[in-house]
C-alpha cells in the first residue's frame, strides 16, 4: 500500500466514524500522523508490516480498545502505546522486543497481553501492576526468572510461560488461583514433564494449574529427594551380545555360553554421575524377531538407549536403520548410543556421520568386545556423561512421592507382579496425594523410569498396574511360543487357548485381556 493509498484509507475510515481498521500485511514501514484522526476507532489492526515505530499522534486513539502489532520490527515498546489507557487487549507478538519499560504498568484496562515470540530476558516488576489482566502470553522468550509481582495479577485465567529459559518459580504464583491455563512446558524447571504436560511437542494441552499447584506446594512445602534415576534400554537383533554387554558393563564378567533373553531382563545399576549415585534401570531386551512386536509397550521418553550390533555384520544384516526407526517413534529425542560388538574380531563399518544426519540424536559410537572388555570403559564413560545431560535425572521431588514409589518397590520385591489401580490410590491417600490428577502423573512417572507399567491411554488396561514388566513379556512369550498355535489353529489365538497356554496361578483369568489386548499406549 502507498502513502496516498493509506492516507486514502484513513481520511475515509475518520468521515465513516469507522470503529475497526485492519491495515495488516501491507509493508507499511510507518504511519502518517493522520491516524490520530480516528478518535473513534475501538480496534487497529497492524500485524505484518515493517514498522519500527508509531507516530504520537496515535495518543489521540482514546477509545482504542485493542491493538495488534504483531510480526513487526519492533525492538523497544513505543512509549506512545502506555499512553492509551483505554486498551484492553495488546498484541505484540512476533517482534524483537528485548525489554518492557516500567511504564507498562500504565495501561491498567488491559485484560489480554500477547509478548510471545520475543527476546524478552527480564519482566519489570510494574507488570503487576495490571490487575485487571486475565490473559498474559510470554512464551518464546528468554525469561530466566519472574518477578514476584506476577502474584498480584489475580485476574489472570491465563498465563502461558512455555518454550523460555525458567529454572524457579517465586511462591507467589501459587496466588494465581482463577488460572485456567497454565502452560510452563520447554523450560529447566525442576519439574518432571508429566506434571507440566507432555513437553516434546507443545501442541497438547498442559497439565491443570491445579495439578501443578499441588505439586508445587508438596515440594515447597515438604522434604526433598533428588531423584537420581533413569532407564537405559538395550536394544538390537538376536545374538549380537546385548547381555553380554550389560553383564560386562555391570559386573565385569563373560560367559561364553550365555542363554539368549526371553522377553526381558532388567537389572539395576548404580553409578555416580556429577558426584552423585544415580540408579540405572538397565532393560534388556530379547532381539529374537517374535518379541520386536511388543517393544512398543516399554520404548519410551526420558530414556538412554544402547543399540547394539555385530561389528562382524553390515548395516543390512543388524537392521540398523530399523531400529533406528523404532527407537525415533517411540523413544522421541532420547539420546542413543551404537555399540559395534564383537570389535575383537572385525572393526565396526558403518556410515556415522550419514546415520547422525538422519538420526541427530545418535550420541555416540562404541566399538566393544566382551570377550576381553575392550571399548567397556569407553561404553561407560559416555553412558555416564549423556546420563548426567538427561532432563530431569536429579529433580527434586516431593518425599511422598518417594514413599509411594518405595512401597511399590517393596511389593514388587514381595513376587507382587501387579495391583490394581484403586489399591494404588489407597497408598498415594495414606501419604495425602489425594489429586487424582496427580495420582495419575505419579504412576506416569513410574512408568517412565520403568519402575511400573500402567497404560493410562488405553481404557482396557489402565486399571492395573505391573510392578513386574517381566510378567508381561513372560505372558506374551509364552503365548507367541505356544507350538498348537501354528500347527493346529493356523495363527489364530481363541481366548479359550490362554486357559492352557498360561500358568492361572500367575496369570488368573480377569487378567488375560491384559496381556492380550495391551497396544502399549500411555
Known sequence: MTNDELLQVIEQAANDGVVDLDLSGNSLTELPPEIGQLTSLQSLVLSYNQLSALPTEIVQLTSLQSLVLSA??????????????????????????????PEIGQLTSLQSLVLSSN????????????????????????????????????SLQSLVLSSNQLRALPTEIGQLTKLKTLDLRGNDLPIPPEILGDSSLLFGEPSSPQTIFDYLAQLWGDEKQPLNEAKVLVMGQGKVGKTSLVNRLLFDTFNPHEQKTEGIDIKNWNIVVNDQTVQLNIWDFGGQEIMHAT???????????????????DEANNRLDYW???IQSFGGNSPIIIVGNQADEHPLDIDRRGLQQKYPNIHGFVETSCRDGTGIDTLKTILIKEIGKLDHVFDLLPKPWFIIKTRLEELKEQNTDYIPYHEYQALCQTEEICNMDTQSNLITLLHQLGIVLNFRGD?????????????????????????????????VLKRRLLNDILDRTIYPRDKHQFIINNDGKI
Open 324 to 326: 533406528l526407526k523404532i
Open 72 to 101: 513487526n520490527p519492533l525492538s523497544a515498546l513505543p512509549t506512545e502505546i502506555v499512553q492509551l489507557t483505554s486498551l484492553q487487549s495488546l498484541d505484540l507478538s512476533v517482534n524483537e522486543l528485548s525489554a518492557l519499560p
Open 119 to 154: 527476546q524478552l530476558s527480564v519482566l519489570p516488576t510494574e507488570i503487576g501492576q495490571l490487575t485487571s489482566l486475565q490473559s498474559l502470553d510470554l512464551s518464546y522468550n528468554q525469561l530466566s526468572a519472574l518477578p514476584t509481582e506476577i502474584g498480584q495479577l489475580t
Open 295 to 313: 517393544h512398543q509397550f516399554f520404548l519410551i521418553k526420558r530414556s538412554l538407549y544402547l543399540l547394539v550390533l555385530d561389528a562382524r555384520l
Open 459 to 491: 481404557e482396557r488396561v489402565q486399571d492395573t498396574n505391573v510392578l513386574n514388566p517381566e510378567w508381561v513379556t513372560n505372558g506374551v512369550y509364552r503365548i507367541l511360543n505356544y507350538n498348537r498355535l501354528m500347527t493346529e489353529f493356523k495363527g
